[in-house]
Nanobody, 123 residues
Framework: QVQLVESGGGLVQAGDSLRLSCEDS????????MAWFRQAPGKEREFVAA????????FYEDSVKGRFSISRDNAKNTVYLQTTRLSPEDTAVYYC????????????????WGQGTQITVSS
C-alpha cells in the first residue's frame, strides 16, 4: 500500500526556491509513476509534473517548465519537486500522487495522494 507524506513547503519571497519531498512509507515505490499537483484557493487541482518509475519519462505543465524539476530516489522511496524562481502565482497546496503504470497528467488517473504541503510566495 502506498502512503505518501509531503514536506518542504513554506513561506518565501518571489524569486526564491524550495524543494518539496514526498516519501512513500509503503512498499514497491519503484512500481509507481509519481506526480505533483497543486491547488490554489478557489481553483481546481492542476497538474504540475510527472515522472515514471525510473526517471526516464518526465513532463511538466507549461507554466513551470524551466523553473521546476521533478526527480526521484527509489532507494529512499522519495520523489522531489525542486522549485525555482517562484512567483505569487505558484502559491498553492502541493500534492504528490502515485499510480501504477505510465505517468499521466489527469488527476483522476492517480489513486494514491498525500495530504499536501503549502507553498506561499509573497511579492
Amino acid at each position: 500500500q502506498v502512503q505518501l507524506v509531503e514536506s518542504g513547503g513554506g513561506l518565501v519571497q518571489a524569486g526564491d526556491s524550495l524543494r518539496l519531498s514526498c516519501e512513500d512509507s509503503g512498499r514497491k515505490f519503484d512500481h509507481y509513476a509519481m506526480a505533483w499537483f497543486r491547488q490554489a484557493p478557489g481553483k481546481e487541482r492542476e497538474f504540475v509534473a510527472a515522472i515514471n518509475w525510473n526517471g526516464g519519462m518526465i513532463f511538466y505543465e507549461d507554466s513551470v517548465k524551466g523553473r521546476f524539476s521533478i526527480s526521484r530516489d527509489n532507494a529512499k522511496n522519495t520523489v522531489y519537486l525542486q522549485t525555482t524562481r517562484l512567483s505569487p502565482e505558484d502559491t498553492a497546496v502541493y500534492y504528490c500522487a502515485g499510480r501504477l503504470g505510465a505517468p499521466k497528467r489527469e488527476r483522476e488517473e492517480y489513486v494514491y495522494w498525500g495530504q499536501g504541503t503549502q507553498i506561499t510566495v509573497s511579492s
